[in-house]
């Protein structure tokens, strides 16, 4: 079965500017997070979706970031404007279901540099 | 607060030889750990998992190890290859979420 996708897997910006990242979810996986992972660190849950809804989006700063899943399926994670702490690498990740001990299988990752 | 931090930040190896990479964990109502792989420029990559009501599982050439009495989980790669050069996060869900929360990570070296 295909992975996790993730597009684009570079991006280069300054800060003040927007940015968005997509992801397309393994096929019939009804949960999806985004995490940020910052260079030397394991990766931070920003915010977790159960189908078209938000389970838990806690440490997602909602000052700058934005996301949504509309259809239960493919997902974008919006920053704006961009900080130059915001330089990290975005990972979206998928499970069967609600998630705990469901594996959580992950993509590539966008690496996201603001200049 | 909850976190999961890990003893060494570096492990060197020689090939062939066992690793183990140690994760120390501080929620004790955690009952779900996980280990992940990542390799440069990659995703996590799930290896193996272990649930609080076991103490010990093992997969190919993987053993995971779980003492709950000093809240310690180690991972242990049987004959280390260069393939297993990479970062190794343990992560644990908290009981009663829904989520993972992962340490630093440790990368392993593997030495020809």
């Known amino acids: 079965e295909a992975g996790v996708a993730q597009s684009p897997r570079y991006k280069i910006i300054e800060k003040r500017q927007s940015v968005a990242f997509w992801c397309n979810p393994i096929?019939?996986?009804?949960?999806l997070y985004w995490y940020q992972q910052i260079l030397g660190q394991g990766p931070k849950l920003l915010i977790q979706?159960?189908?078209?809804?938000?389970?838990?989006d806690s440490q997602l700063p909602k000052d700058r970031f934005s996301a949504e899943r509309l259809k239960g399926v493919d997902s974008t994670l919006k920053i704006q404007p961009a900080k130059l702490e915001d330089s990290a690498v975005y990972l979206c990740?998928?499970?069967?279901?609600?998630?705990?001990?469901?594996?959580?299988?992950f993509g590539p990752g966008t690496r996201l540099t603001v200049l | 607060g909850e976190s999961v931090g890990l003893h060494l930040p570096t492990l060197s190896v020689q090939e062939g030889d066992n690793s183990i990479i140690n994760c120390a964990y501080s929620?004790?109502?955690?009952?779900?750990f996980i280990w992940y792989k990542q390799e440069s420029g990659k995703g996590p990559q799930f290896i193996i998992d272990?649930?609080?009501?076991?103490d010990k599982r093992q997969g190919q050439r993987v053993t995971v190890l779980l003492n709950k009495t000093v809240k310690h989980l180690s991972l242990q790669i049987a004959a280390t290859q260069p393939g297993d050069s990479a970062v190794y996060f343990c992560?644990?869900?908290?009981?009663?979420?829904?989520?993972?929360?992962f340490g630093t990570g440790t990368r392993l070296k593997v030495l020809a």
């Open positions: 929620n004790s109502a955690s009952d779900y």
């Open positions: 992560a644990e869900t908290p009981r009663g979420t829904y989520k993972y929360i």
């Open positions: 096929s019939g996986h009804a949960t």
């Open positions: 272990i649930r609080s009501n076991m």
């Open positions: 990740a998928s499970s069967r279901t609600r998630g705990g001990t469901d594996t959580q299988y």
């Open positions: 979706f159960q189908n078209n809804g938000v389970v838990d």
